[in-house]
């Protein structure tokens, strides 16, 4: 999708190639190309606000550590479930686990 746009930017004027490096190309934007984005700023600024939102609701800038661990204990649960069903005891174990966790995030 980059190239096939990048090149229909090219052939219209709003972007061109600075540089090569090898099949690599370096392009930058033309000044037909700043006063096409002057002339849409408000739908820029709006397709850059969504792709802000969305990286918040997907978790941009999570910490490995964080992301391992989520990782770690959802693995653990389903390896858990695999094993066969649980008891009531073993229910209300892994319930107070999950709720001690909880409880733990929210108080940092």
Known sequence: MVYPTLTMLEEEGFATVSATDGAKKLYAITEAGQEELKAHKALVDAIFARIEKVGTAFGRGRSPQIMRAM???KLSLKLRFGQGDLTKEQVSKIAEI???????????
Do not use: C
């Not at 999950?98 to 940092?108: Q, T, Y």
């Open 71 to 73: 990782h770690n204990f």
């Open 98 to 108: 999950i709720d001690a966790a909880a409880k733990g995030i929210e108080s940092i």
